[in-house]
């Protein structure tokens, strides 16, 4: 094992490994002593994917390398570009080009939150540059060099890496979104529109859920975040799929509590690293 104290935490295959990584960029629950937020600890815990490191706990001893992050979403998001930044939030003029997204402008959830638990403001000033860069330089790049690096292994020693990275959504879509008060289905997986995968990985992750019980979707309601779209490469053998679970498998959407079927969904998802890592292996 390996950690980054606030940074990261990976885990490494016990038995028989695999190049395939499970990365959970957004489930950490450090809170940095400089993020000073004005909004109630509760709101801000919200945007949390609370419990997915822990359900895919088992991957490592299916032969897969765990790697989540520590620190909160809140504080910078480890799924988002380095330039979706919402330029009015920070004081000054950010020192290179920003390219704010639909999530950063509109949502204001893009690199820096704004905002949290919907619509309450995270802070009452705007940002230095200095404390921004400090965010990206000790938090998001390490983070995004120790994952870029186990896919760099994955190709010095086989020719190829399979990348999933792991979050959860909301049960029934919110008010912001096109799916409004939809049930979705148990599992999205998103590859960007063919993009940051082959189609056969999709189609051994789709059908593998399916199998185990679920009802999946393919690129809806997400079509994939930075993680993927950063580290994806299908055609230099990199292969990247981004895993959206809904939180009503396991918890309470409403609070942070786990369900009775926790556990079992838990074991579920050991079984489909299982599958995962099989196929991996059947391809080196």
Same mark, same amino acid.
């Given at each position: 094992?390996?950690?980054?104290?606030?940074?990261?935490?990976?885990e490494d295959?016990?038995?028989?490994?695999?190049?395939?990584?499970? *990365?959970?960029?957004?489930?950490?629950?450090?809170?940095?002593?400089?993020f000073?937020?004005?909004a109630?600890?509760?709101?801000?815990?919200?945007?949390?994917?609370?419990?997915?490191? *822990?359900?895919y706990?088992?991957?490592?001893?299916?032969?897969?390398?765990?790697?989540v992050?520590? +620190?909160?979403?809140?504080?910078?998001d480890?799924?988002?570009?380095?330039?979706?930044?919402d330029?009015d @939030?920070?004081?000054g003029?950010?020192?290179?080009? @920003?390219?704010?997204?639909?999530?950063?402008?509109?949502?204001?959830?893009?690199?820096? =939150?704004?905002?949290?638990?919907?619509?309450?403001?995270?802070?009452?000033?705007?940002?230095?540059?200095?404390?921004?860069?400090?965010?990206?330089e000790?938090?998001?790049k390490p983070?995004h060099?120790?994952l870029?690096? @186990?896919?760099?292994?994955?190709? *010095?020693?086989? /020719?190829a890496?399979? =990348?999933?990275?792991?979050?959860c959504?909301?049960?029934? /879509?919110?008010?912001?979104? =096109? *799916?409004?008060?939809?049930?979705?289905a148990? +599992?999205?997986?998103s590859?960007?529109d063919?993009?940051?995968?082959?189609a056969?990985?999709?189609?051994v992750?789709?059908?593998?859920?399916?199998?185990?019980?679920?009802?999946?979707s393919?690129?809806?309601?997400f079509? /994939?975040a930075?993680?993927i779209r950063?580290?994806?490469?299908?055609?230099?053998g990199v292969?990247?799929?981004?895993?959206?679970?809904?939180?009503?498998?396991?918890?309470q959407?409403?609070? +942070?509590?786990?369900?009775?079927?926790y556990?079992?969904?838990?074991e579920?998802?050991?079984?489909f690293a299982?599958?995962a890592?099989?196929?991996?292996?059947?391809?080196?």
């Amino acid at each position: 094992m390996r950690i980054l104290p606030g940074v990261l935490t990976r885990e490494d295959p016990s038995d028989n490994p695999v190049p395939l990584i499970f *990365d959970v960029p957004r489930s950490g629950c450090h809170y940095p002593n400089d993020f000073s937020p004005v909004a109630p600890f509760r709101a801000i815990h919200e945007w949390v994917s609370k419990h997915v490191d *822990d359900l895919y706990g088992l991957a490592p001893q299916r032969g897969a390398t765990l790697l989540v992050a520590s +620190f909160a979403n809140a504080y910078i998001d480890a799924n988002r570009s380095l330039s979706d930044i919402d330029p009015d @939030l920070i004081d000054g003029v950010w020192p290179e080009p @920003l390219e704010p997204s639909d999530k950063s402008a509109r949502l204001g959830i893009g690199l820096i =939150h704004k905002v949290c638990a919907g619509d309450i403001p995270l802070y009452d000033r705007k940002l230095s540059i200095a404390e921004v860069q400090h965010r990206i330089e000790n938090y998001y790049k390490p983070y995004h060099s120790e994952l870029g690096a @186990l896919i760099q292994r994955g190709l *010095d020693q086989h /020719g190829a890496a399979w =990348h999933l990275s792991c979050h959860c959504m909301a049960t029934i /879509g919110p008010d912001y979104a =096109h *799916d409004k008060g939809k049930r979705r289905a148990d +599992f999205c997986i998103s590859d960007r529109d063919g993009t940051t995968s082959n189609a056969e990985f999709l189609d051994v992750v789709v059908n593998a859920f399916r199998e185990l019980g679920y009802s999946v979707s393919v690129n809806d309601p997400f079509k /994939g975040a930075d993680s993927i779209r950063r580290h994806g490469n299908p055609a230099g053998g990199v292969n990247s799929l981004q895993i959206e679970m809904v939180k009503g498998l396991y918890m309470q959407d409403d609070n +942070f509590n786990k369900s009775a079927d926790y556990d079992r969904v838990r074991e579920d998802l050991g079984k489909f690293a299982a599958i995962a890592s099989a196929y991996v292996r059947s391809k080196i």
